[in-house]
C-alpha cells in the first residue's frame, strides 16, 4: 500500500517561511506524480492551491510556492500570516488515482 | 459563477448503502470532471475517485473500488457518488470538487479546484 508522507505539524512566526514536504513509499517524487497542494481550515471544505508541482490558481497568495526538493514534493510559505494556520495535503497521482499525503497542521505562533 | 451543493446528511447502517448527490451550476456540466474525496472525524483527507462527465471514464482508490459507484445525470448538471457496504469507519465528511480543466480523460489532467460543501455520513447502529 501506498503512502504519502508529511511532516505532522510545524510552527512558523508571523512574517517566516517554512517548507512543508511530500514523500512518496514507492520513491522519489518527480513530476510525474502531479503533486497537489490543498488547505484546509477547521469547518471549512479544502481549498486546492497549487497544481502540477507549481502551478499556482488566481486565488493562491503569491507567498506560497510549490516546488521539489531532495526527492520529496515542496510546499513554501514565504511571508508567513496569521491566515495560513491551517492544515496542509499534499497529493500525488500513482497511475490512476491520487493518494492524500498525511498532512501537516501549520501554527502560526 | 461556479458552485456545487451537495445533499443532505445522512445516518446508514451498517451493511446499509448511501447515494450522495452534489448538484452543480454555473459552467457546462459535461465540459469537467469530478472528484470525490472524504474525511473522517479528526482525520486527513482521501481520495475516493474521479468520473469525466465529459466521457464517462472513471477512476477509483483501490482500497474502494469494490464498493463504489460514481455516476452523474447531465439532465440535472449532478454528479452522484454511492457506497455500499457501509462500515463504522466510512463515517466521515464526503466532498465533491470540480476539476479546473476542461475534456480530461484522467483525473491527473487538471487538478480539482471548485468544492462542495460536503455532506456527513454517519454510520452506526
Known amino acids: 500500500q501506498t503512502v504519502v508522507t508529511q511532516e505532522p505539524s510545524l510552527t512558523v512566526s508571523p512574517g517566516g517561511t517554512v517548507t512543508l514536504t511530500c514523500a512518496s513509499s514507492t520513491g522519489a517524487v518527480t513530476s510525474s506524480y502531479y503533486p497537489n497542494w490543498i488547505q484546509q481550515k477547521p469547518g471549512q471544505p479544502p481549498r486546492t492551491l497549487i497544481y502540477s508541482t507549481t502551478i499556482k490558481f488566481s486565488w493562491t497568495p503569491a507567498r506560497f510556492s510549490g516546488s521539489l526538493l531532495g526527492g520529496k514534493a515542496a510546499l513554501t510559505l514565504s511571508g508567513v500570516q496569521p491566515e495560513d494556520e491551517a492544515e496542509y495535503y499534499c497529493l500525488l497521482y500513482y497511475g490512476g488515482a491520487y493518494v492524500c499525503g498525511s498532512g501537516t497542521k501549520v501554527s502560526v505562533l | 459563477q461556479v458552485q456545487l451543493v451537495q445533499s443532505g446528511a445522512e445516518v446508514k447502517k451498517p451493511g446499509a448503502s448511501v447515494k450522495l448527490s452534489c448538484k452543480t451550476s454555473g459552467y457546462t456540466f459535461t465540459n469537467y470532471g469530478i472528484t470525490w474525496v472524504r474525511q473522517a472525524p479528526g482525520q486527513g483527507l482521501e481520495w475516493m475517485g474521479w468520473i469525466s462527465a465529459y466521457n464517462g471514464n472513471t477512476n477509483h482508490a483501490q482500497n474502494l473500488q469494490d464498493r463504489v459507484t460514481m455516476t452523474t445525470d447531465t439532465s440535472t448538471s449532478t454528479a452522484y457518488m454511492e457506497l455500499r457496504s457501509l462500515r463504522s469507519d466510512d463515517t466521515a465528511i464526503y466532498f465533491c470538487?470540480?476539476?479546473?480543466?476542461?475534456?480530461?480523460?484522467?483525473?491527473?489532467?487538471?487538478?480539482?479546484?471548485?468544492w462542495g460543501q460536503g455532506t456527513l455520513v454517519t454510520v452506526s447502529s
Open positions: 470538487a470540480r476539476d479546473w480543466g476542461a475534456y480530461c480523460s484522467r483525473p491527473s489532467c487538471t487538478p480539482a479546484a471548485y
